[in-house]
């Protein structure tokens, strides 16, 4: 499930798939997404890069044509590969650095930047 904040320039999606679930936060305003992988009880973090990661306003289109068409092809479809390597536990000035809305996702987690 996706859900748009428009006027927090927030996105939040849930995928719920057994092992393979996870939670998301696009964080428009502070520049970073955030996925707690379930899984493995652990967050990963990385900066927004505007030529891979569509605009907040372009997302609910595209979520939308998804639905609707059940196949997009987009260039904008993006799949990351996240390779473990140093973690850190979220400290103050992380979290004043990425913003609540990720402290809410990620706090008590290893954090993969």
């Known amino acids: 499930t996706m859900t748009i904040h428009n006027e927090n320039h927030i996105v939040e999606v849930h995928v719920r ?14 520049g970073y997404i955030a996925t ?3 899984s493995q009880k652990a967050c990963f973090i990385m900066k927004i890069n505007k030529d891979y990661i569509p ?9 939308f044509e998804r639905k609707t068409m059940k196949k997009l092809y987009s260039p904008k ?4 590969q996240f390779q473990s390597g140093h973690s850190v536990f979220g400290n103050f000035k992380d979290w004043l650095f990425y913003g ?12 993969y930047q």
């Open 17 to 30: 798939s057994g092992v393979y679930s996870s939670d998301t936060i696009f964080d428009y305003s502070r």
């Open 36 to 38: 707690k992988l379930l």
């Open 55 to 63: 605009e907040l306003q372009e997302i609910g289109r595209l979520a």
């Open 77 to 80: 479809n993006v799949w990351v």
């Open 100 to 111: 609540r809305p990720i402290e809410q996702l990620c706090a008590g987690l290893p954090l």
